[in-house]
C-alpha cells in the first residue's frame, strides 16, 4: 500500500527500542497472564507458547523501555522498501485517525496503543520477549511490539511476499488485539478453548477483520490534523500480498510446513481460508461486520 509522498505524520506513538535479558522459563501467575502468553504475545506468528519458555519470561515489575520516537518520516521514506520505522510510523498515523474516528461515532471512549519496534529482545509489562515471538501485543502496557526482522521473515520461512501491505496489515492486526481490549472483547478469550471454533481463533480473526476494515477505509481516513489521508488505494496486486501473508500464516499452513501433521483441535490462530476470508470480511464490509466473528457457529 503506498503513501501519499508528501505526507507528513503527525504521532509521537512510535518508538525504536528494544534490549533486556532474554528469559527463562515461562511463570505463570496473574490473573490475565495465561490469557497474554497463550494468545496475544504470539498473535501473527502463529506459535505454539507452551515451547517458547526461553522467549517470554513473566516479571509484572518490568514495563516497556522509553526508546527513542521515530520522528521526521514522510509519505517517501515510508514508501521506501528498506524503510520498516516510517513505514509503521505512517501506519500508526493512519490507524489512530481511523480508530478514533470509529470510537467517536459511537460515543466511546478511545485510548492510543504505543508502538514499539525493536530487533532480538524487548521488555515489556508482559515479561521479556525474543524475536521468536514474532510482533504482539501486550494489554499490560497497552503495546504493539514489532520486531521489524519478522517482515523478512514472512518472506524466508513463510513463503508471503512481503511486500508494503503485508507489512501494515501485521500492524493493523496487533492494533487490532487493541481495539479488543478497549471494547471488553479480550476478556472473552478461554485459552484452553482452541480449535477451529474456539474462542481463541475467533478473537485472532477478528483482529484481521479489523485490519481489512482499516485498509479498506484508510484512503479516505483525513490525517490526524484532518488533512488529506496519508495512504491511497491499495492496488489489487498489493491486496493479494495481504492476503498470501494471511494464508502463509495461517495455522494449518505453519503446521505442514513444520512436517508434522495437521491438527485443527490445536488451532489458535485460524486456518489460512479463515484468516483471509475475516480479512476480506473486513475489507468489504467494514467495521460492524467484525463482531459477527464471536456469532457464527463456525467462523
Known amino acids: ?32 497472564l495465561i490469557t497474554v502468553l497463550l494468545f496475544v504475545v504470539s498473535s501473527f506468528l502463529g506459535i505454539d507458547l507452551t515451547g517458547l519458555g526461553s522467549a517470554i519470561q513473566q516479571d ?11 520522528v521526521g518520516c514522510s ?48 521488555s515489556t509489562a508482559c515479561g521479556n520477549a525474543s524475536s521468536e515471538v514474532g510482533p504482539f501485543y501486550c494489554p499490560g502496557d497497552e503495546q504493539i511490539y514489532i520486531d521489524t526482522t519478522f517482515f523478512d521473515l514472512m518472506r524466508e520461512r513463510f513463503g508471503a511476499s512481503g511486500g508494503s501491505l503485508s507489512q501494515l496489515y501485521v500492524l493493523g492486526h496487533e492494533w487490532g488485539h487493541h481495539v479488543q481490549q478497549l471494547t471488553g472483547d479480550l476478556q472473552r478469550v478461554n485459552p484452553q478453548d482452541t480449535g477451529p471454533s474456539g474462542s481463541a481463533v475467533r478473537s485472532e480473526l477478528q483482529a484481521d477483520c479489523y485490519a481489512g476494515a482499516w485498509i479498506a477505509a484508510a484512503s479516505q481516513t483525513p490525517d490526524q490534523d484532518g488533512g488529506d489521508p496519508v495512504l491511497v488505494q491499495p492496488t489489487q496486486a498489493e491486496l493479494q500480498d495481504a492476503l498470501d501473508a494471511a494464508a ?49 457457529p463456525t467462523p
Open 248 to 296: 502463509a500464516i495461517g495455522d494449518d499452513s505453519i503446521q505442514s510446513s513444520s512436517g508434522g501433521g495437521v491438527n485443527p483441535e490445536t488451532w489458535t490462530h485460524g486456518s489460512s481460508q479463515q484468516r483471509q476470508t475475516w480479512f476480506a470480511n473486513g475489507y468489504q464490509q467494514g467495521v460492524a461486520a467484525c463482531a459477527n466473528v464471536w456469532q457464527v
Open 75 to 122: 509519505g517517501d521514506d515510508a514508501n521506501d522498501p528498506a524503510n520498516y520505522d516510517c513505514r509503521m510510523e505512517g501506519g500508526a498515523d493512519s490507524l489512530s485517525a481511523y480508530w478514533s474516528g470509529v470510537f467517536a461515532q459511537n460515543s466511546l471512549e478511545y485510548r492510543e496503543p504505543s508502538v514499539m519496534l525493536y530487533s532480538g529482545q524487548v
Open 60 to 70: 509484572p515489575s518490568q514495563g516497556s523501555g522509553g526508546g527513542t520516537e521515530v
Open 1 to 32: 500500500m503506498t503513501f501519499r509522498g508528501d505526507a507528513q505524520f503527525d504521532t509521537t506513538r512510535v518508538r525504536r527500542g528494544g534490549g533486556g535479558a532474554r528469559g527463562g522459563a515461562i511463570a505463570l501467575g496473574g490473573g490475565g
